[in-house]
């Protein structure tokens, strides 16, 4: 009476082996070439299994491209509470050394080969997981239009994740994440005297 239950339970092991197999080729592969020059082809040959199954488990490449740069997203997720900017920067420029590429997400957003799609998807997903916590964390501190430090703050680190991880910054690469965290920091501090406002003020005085 428990076989069909069992062969139902086993046939969705494969299934959601089959679905995290793609899904993580697909960040890798994406996240180190980009949308347009990675195939079906070459997704199914790193998951291990047919390229034609993005299909069904997807529906096509955009929206694994989609599905990628969102989990890429909610792995890099600051905490909505609040953001250590240096601590959140070191995690993120090590996973990036540790794969060696900048990450589907990062890539979404900087190349041009991707789809408008998905790089609309991609800036949803970085608001949602560090812009929107980077605006709070600025507000807290009195600066004049949160969003707009935020999303500068988050433009740099994204270009030194990419320069970093490309080869061709070598002072960049050999730089200790540490450091870097702390140069975003330092810019975050001194958002609020850096607005037009704040220098129209200065100017005045």
Request: hydrophobic share 45%; charged share 25%; aromatic share 4%.
């Amino acid at each position: 009476m428990d076989a069909p239950r069992d062969h139902t339970r086993s046939r969705k092991r494969d299934a959601d082996a089959t679905r995290a197999a793609l899904l993580r080729a697909a960040r890798e592969l994406f996240g180190r070439h980009g949308y347009a020059a990675v195939t079906l082809r070459d997704i199914g040959e790193r998951a291990g299994v047919d390229g034609s199954l993005v299909a069904r488990y997807f529906g096509n490449k955009a929206a694994l491209y989609r599905s990628a740069v969102a989990e890429d997203g909610r792995e890099s997720a600051a905490s909505p509470e609040g953001v250590d900017l240096v601590a959140y920067t070191v995690d993120a420029l090590r996973r990036a050394d540790l794969r060696g590429t900048p990450g589907p997400l990062v890539q979404a957003l900087l190349a041009q080969g991707s789809t408008p799609e998905v790089r609309a998807s991609a800036a949803v997903e970085m608001h949602t997981h560090l812009v929107s916590a980077l605006a709070t964390h600025l507000a807290a501190s009195g600066a004049d239009d949160p969003v707009a430090g935020a999303e500068t703050l988050v433009a740099c680190l994204a270009g030194v994740i990419a320069l970093r991880t490309s080869g061709l910054f070598d002072g960049l690469s050999r730089l200790d994440p540490a450091v870097i965290g702390s140069i975003l920091e330092a810019a975050a501090r001194a958002w609020p005297s850096a607005t037009p406002a704040a220098l129209d003020e200065d100017d005045t005085i």
